[in-house]
């Protein structure tokens, strides 16, 4: 059940007022309990921000995949992005990389504390990511080879081959305090970040305050209650006047409210089908669900329904305007082939149905081929609206062409049963090209995730995605993974192999209380892990 409206903002700031105050002091620093908390009010301090979104995070543990994709806020990361997604230091002074791009030597700053009062030292690195490495879960250190304190202010990382994605995923694991992590860490956790954890409960709000001894700039906001609400609810509580920033769908991103703005904040989540390229043989993926279908098996199918999409059709009157075409998993990103563009053109898809023998011969308006109709069904989470428009309106005019995409919407249970037999209107989107690199790569085809259902499968994808993993500069690998999408003859893009056909790219639609700034948002990644606020020491009130 999700947070309902109507919400008790008295009782929010109460929540926070008390629970700020009964937080441990901070030995490194000067504050004094209270001090900048004492301004909060009922009536919506200054210092005080309430947020509604949608998805509650698992966990706020770093080394189980708490901000992953995003800034974890409450932890410190050694090295952070930058709003052009960029890097630069954070916890890290500085470091290097060897000649063979194999060791990772960061120097620590040494005025970083955890809230209790202790330093962050090296140790507390390598316990971070020798712990994020043994649990195997959202983030993936499995290149890494052991991480050790070479002094208080030292730490080094060997890796058992070259990855170019390293500080990708660095930017994304907290540090976490190696004397005080237990299980109830991810509920209840303690970092160096710009916020402190106050409270959390379940499926209702999350509470933050600011870090008064944080070694960077200290936040304006200096409270933070993170509320969850469906997207109805959201805009209830938007026109009640009792959140100051909500997330909405773009369905609702055209709703005048008196008091708020919305923000369409440019992101990398994006919307498509999972085609599977494999024949319907009988078989089954580890799980037992089948595998296979005679339809999309076919590379013309699936490239006639990629260019018989009007990419910026279905943005607008689907979306609002509140998105853009889609064109990769990585639109927008730096190692993105601007080659993956594709023109729509529903004579050039009739054509390549026609060239490869799939005719309409019953006169029903679906082609055929050897007996089988070019018809399939496409799955959706039941409960997802824009899924269900965005693929709706992409059927509509695939069936133009004479393709009939059968559009249903079900459970994840269900679709984690037959996505590697359907089509599945999927999203993905991160700043780490990692996400490229499990999108495809062979080994991970028809596994009980949902990286590859399609089961894309090919030895020259593979080669470019070892190549850029493994490449010791930044421009290295961007061309490696530029090959994945295009190499000229093949790809996996929609001219090539188009195991996936690209719709949409989302703006995450968020209103916003007329005199709140919410700085300068980098580019969102899929709306799991709450890329809202990854740069809410930036945000502030207006004077």
Not at 138 to 151: F, I, N, Q
Request: aromatic share 8%; hydrophobic share 40%; with cysteine.
């Amino acid at each position: 059940m999700k947070y309902r409206h109507p919400l008790n903002r008295k009782k929010i700031t109460a929540a926070l007022l008390t629970s700020s105050l009964c937080l441990p002091l901070a030995a490194c620093g000067s504050h004094k309990a209270g001090a900048a908390d004492a301004s909060l009010s009922p009536e919506g301090p200054r210092d005080s921000v309430i947020i509604a979104i949608g998805s509650e995070p698992e966990t706020l543990d770093p080394t189980q995949g708490w901000g992953h994709g995003n800034a974890p806020i409450v932890q410190s990361t050694l090295v952070k992005y930058t709003a052009d997604l960029s890097f630069e230091n954070d916890l890290a002074a500085s470091y290097s990389l060897s000649e063979d791009g194999l060791t990772w030597t960061f120097t620590l700053r040494d005025d970083a504390c955890f809230t209790d009062g202790k330093k962050v030292t090296a140790s507390d690195v390598a316990f971070t990511l020798e712990t994020a490495k043994d649990a195997q879960g959202a983030v993936d250190l499995t290149y890494m080879e052991k991480a050790e304190a070479v002094d208080e202010g030292t730490v080094k990382i060997t890796l058992t081959r070259p990855t170019s994605i390293f500080l990708n995923t660095l930017a994304s694991i907290g540090i976490v305090p190696a004397h005080a992590y237990g299980e109830d860490y991810g509920r209840n956790p303690m970092g160096s970040g710009p916020y402190k954890f106050v409270e959390w409960a379940p499926q209702e709000q999350i509470l933050f305050t600011a870090n008064e001894d944080y070694y960077g700039k200290a936040p304006a906001i200096k409270n933070v209650a993170v509320v969850f609400m469906s997207e109805d609810a959201a805009l209830a509580a938007v026109q009640a006047g009792e959140v100051d920033a909500a997330y909405t769908s773009a369905t609702l991103g055209n709703t005048e409210v008196p008091g708020y703005h919305v923000e369409a904040i440019p992101s990398a989540d994006n919307r498509g089908f999972t085609l599977p390229v494999l024949p319907d043989e009988g078989k089954t993926a580890p799980s037992g669900a089948p595998v296979g279908n005679n339809v999309t098996c076919h590379r013309e199918i699936r490239q006639a329904i990629a260019y018989a999409i009007d990419r910026e059709l279905v943005a607008d009157r689907v979306l609002n305007g509140f998105g853009r075409p889609a064109y990769s998993e990585n639109d927008g990103m730096p190692w993105n082939n601007p080659e993956v563009v594709i023109e729509t053109d529903a004579e050039y898809a009739k054509k390549l149905l026609a060239d490869a023998g799939w005719a309409d011969t019953d006169g029903d308006g679906i082609v055929e081929k050897d007996g089988i109709k070019a018809e399939f069904s496409c799955l959706y989470p039941a409960e997802d609206s824009v899924r269900q428009a965005v693929a709706m309106a992409a059927a509509e005019q695939v069936r133009e062409i004479g393709i009939q995409i059968h559009v249903e919407g079900t459970s994840w249970d269900d679709i984690t049963r037959h996505m590697f037999s359907e089509a599945v209107m999927m999203g993905w989107g991160s700043a780490n090209p990692n996400e490229t690199y499990y999108l495809y790569r062979s080994e991970g085809a028809l596994l009980d995730d949902f990286y590859n259902p399609e089961g894309y499968q090919s030895q020259v994808t593979d080669g470019y995605l070892d190549a850029a993993m493994e490449a010791l500069t930044v421009e290295e690998a961007n061309v490696n993974w530029q090959k994945v999408q295009w190499d000229g003859t093949t790809g996996t893009s929609m001219e090539g192999e188009c195991p996936w056909v690209w719709i949409v790219n989302l703006d995450h639609v968020t209103f916003v209380r007329d005199g709140l700034s919410i700085g300068e948002q980098p580019i969102h990644g899929h709306g799991h892990g709450l890329p809202l606020i990854q740069n809410l020491e930036e945000w502030s009130w207006a004077e």
